[in-house]
């Protein structure tokens, strides 16, 4: 089945710096790729997604990447804010499944002013 | 418009008890997702409703937990015997995304976190 790699666990960057998040998936089906933010004691929101037939696509500070002949896809956030501060997970659609996802482990993103 | 909407949003209890969490997907969202979130990992998907009919279950302990969507809308969870393991929180996420192969956005909820003791 699919499974979904992320690196790294843990980012720290200073307000203004960028952060690159970064995951490889297993299943060349897989035709959906979102990434998740999710703030401490809040529930997963989507940021950003991108499609197989795309290889990227930017919204404001934000930019997801797709690789599919490599398999893997990165989240791009520029001019970090204290805000960017949570987890973020990257996943995957379960082509056997029709619309769920695989999620990553996860990145606890920190920015400090 | 409304959100999914998850209870009870915290939950202790013993182990070899049971306990039982309610989802209530976006109005209208064919589609509804239960997930195990472990702390410090990413969701994990248990079971997958299409409509009141059942897509993937293979990732559910079914030798202790079960799931139901009575009339294609609220569902159920339900965990019996709990086991010191189950503690994570259980996640609910809905999609208007009826089938077919075109994943799309997942809508969750809060969230139910369940200590077993």
């Known amino acids: 089945g699919e499974n979904v790699e992320q690196h790294p666990s843990t980012l720290s960057v200073q307000e203004g710096d960028s952060a690159v998040i970064k995951c490889t998936y297993s299943?060349?089906?897989?035709?959906?790729f979102p990434w998740y933010k999710q703030e401490l004691g809040k529930r997963p929101q989507l940021i950003i997604d991108?499609?197989?037939?795309?290889g990227e696509k930017k919204d404001q500070r934000i930019a997801v990447t797709l690789n599919k002949t490599a398999k893997h896809f990165s989240l791009h956030i520029t001019e970090t804010q204290p805000e960017d501060s949570a987890v973020y997970f990257c996943?995957?659609?379960?082509?056997?499944?029709?619309?769920?996802?695989?999620f990553g482990k996860g990145t606890t993103l920190s920015v400090s002013s | 418009e409304a959100g999914v909407a998850q209870s009870p949003r915290y939950k202790i209890i013993e182990k070899r008890q049971s306990v039982a969490f309610w989802c209530n997907p976006i109005?209208?969202?064919?589609?509804l997702y239960w997930y195990q979130q472990i702390l410090g990992q990413g969701p994990k998907l248990l079971i997958q409703?299409?409509?009141?009919?059942?897509?993937?279950d293979s990732q559910l302990p079914k030798d202790r937990f079960s799931a139901e969507r009575l009339k294609g809308v609220d569902s159920t969870l339900k965990i019996q015997p709990a086991k010191l393991e189950d503690s994570a929180v259980y996640l609910c996420?809905?999609?208007?995304?009826?089938?077919?192969?075109?994943?799309?956005?997942?809508?969750f909820g809060e969230g139910s976190r369940l200590t077993v003791l």
């Open positions: 996943a995957a659609s379960i082509p056997q499944a029709g619309t769920a996802l695989i």
């Open positions: 409703f299409q409509n009141n009919g059942v897509v993937d």
């Open positions: 996420a809905s999609s208007p995304r009826g089938g077919g192969v075109y994943a799309g956005e997942l809508f």
């Open positions: 299943d060349s089906a897989s035709n959906y």
């Open positions: 109005s209208g969202h064919a589609t």
């Open positions: 991108i499609r197989s037939n795309v």
